[in-house]
């Protein structure tokens, strides 16, 4: 058992670090952010942060790491395709529906 921080995300700017955060803290994995400014300041995050990192404890790491999958996989999809029996919509990296797990069809 290791409750050592351990680095999980580089996030390209704050903003993305804190919807990581928001989502890692949906699943119920703590969190917090480290950037070069963060470090001994306690008062206001700039916005502009250049270098912002997502950490985890150890032990949550191999569930963080699947949600950021998920995470990186919906960010970097722009093709998406519609589910014919759900009508969900799934990223196209996806070959069967995240909903209702139904092959997707190429000809729909
Ligand atoms: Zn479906």
């Not at 351990?6 to 919807?19: C, G, L, Q, T």
């Not at 400014?37 to 404890?57: D, H, K, M, N, R």
Request: glycine letters at 4%; aromatic letters at 10%.
């Amino acid at each position: 058992m290791s409750f050592e921080w351990v680095k999980a995300f580089d996030a390209e700017h704050s903003v993305e670090a804190n919807i990581v955060k928001g989502m890692l803290e949906h699943a119920g994995i703590h969190c917090h952010l480290r950037g070069e400014a963060l470090q001994g300041a306690l008062g206001e995050i700039p916005f502009t942060e250049a270098s912002v990192s997502v950490w985890v404890y150890e032990i949550k790491l191999p569930a963080a790491r699947e949600i950021l999958l998920e995470y990186r996989q919906s960010k970097t999809s722009t093709q998406k395709w519609q589910c014919d029996s759900c009508k969900q919509w799934n990223p196209e990296s996806f070959d069967l529906c995240w909903s209702c797990m139904k092959e997707h069809d190429e000809q729909a």
